[in-house]
């Protein structure tokens, strides 16, 4: 059996897998929302319509729970996203006395459209790293949310998990060529 990898002694904020994660989340949201000041939606508003994007219509609850925030927040940036036209309250179609929150046609374009600033900051923020490290990277916290989520999200609330990467992969260079192994 293994030994635990911290103790008492041991755990500090710097290797924390827990604190890392929750700071590098912290920052990432801080960076984005700056990149975000000269589009007419937010960061935030940005990944709620990313979420209605795939899935249609959510409940509010739903999508608090999947994204994590708090309701009243949640209620501040749909009626944000809705007073911009990209997303709108409707009543349930599988039970009128539920309301859903759904993407307008206006709240798909113009996410598709913002996805172009987070595609570069990602691309900005791997830069340091080789795609063999990107790929052991995601491959990681790919198995730590499917731990997490099979630890300890009850069934009734869990949240899917994320996609396995299904971007091209570019062809690795040879270090003969000058590229990273």
């Not at 949201?29 to 959510?58: C, D, G, I, K, T």
């Not at 944000?80 to 307008?104: C, K, M, N, P, Q």
């Not at 900051?121 to 198995?143: A, K, M």
């Not at 994320?162 to 192994?181: T, V, Y």
Request: one cysteine or more; glycine letters at 6%; aromatic letters at 4%.
């Amino acid at each position: 059996m293994r030994q635990p990898y911290y103790s008492l002694e041991s755990l500090e904020a710097d290797n924390s897998v827990g604190y890392l994660l929750k700071r590098c989340g912290v920052l990432m949201n801080q960076v984005a929302e700056r990149r975000f000041q000269s589009l007419p939606m937010s960061f935030s508003q940005w990944v709620v319509l990313v979420h209605l994007a795939e899935q249609e219509h959510m409940s509010a609850t739903e999508l608090s729970v999947h994204l994590g925030q708090d309701m009243g927040a949640l209620t501040r940036v749909v009626d944000e996203l809705e007073r911009l036209g990209f997303a709108r309250r409707e009543r349930s179609r599988r039970d009128r006395r539920a309301v859903e929150i759904a993407i307008t046609p206006a709240g798909r374009r113009e996410a598709q459209s913002a996805k172009r600033v987070v595609v570069e900051l990602l691309n900005r923020l791997v830069e340091p790293f080789t795609d063999r490290e990107i790929d052991t990277l995601l491959g990681l916290l790919q198995r730590l949310h499917g731990h997490l989520q099979e630890a300890f999200t009850p069934e009734a609330t869990a949240v899917p998990a994320p996609k396995p990467l299904d971007r091209p992969r570019r062809p690795r260079r040879n270090s003969a060529q000058g590229g990273a192994a």
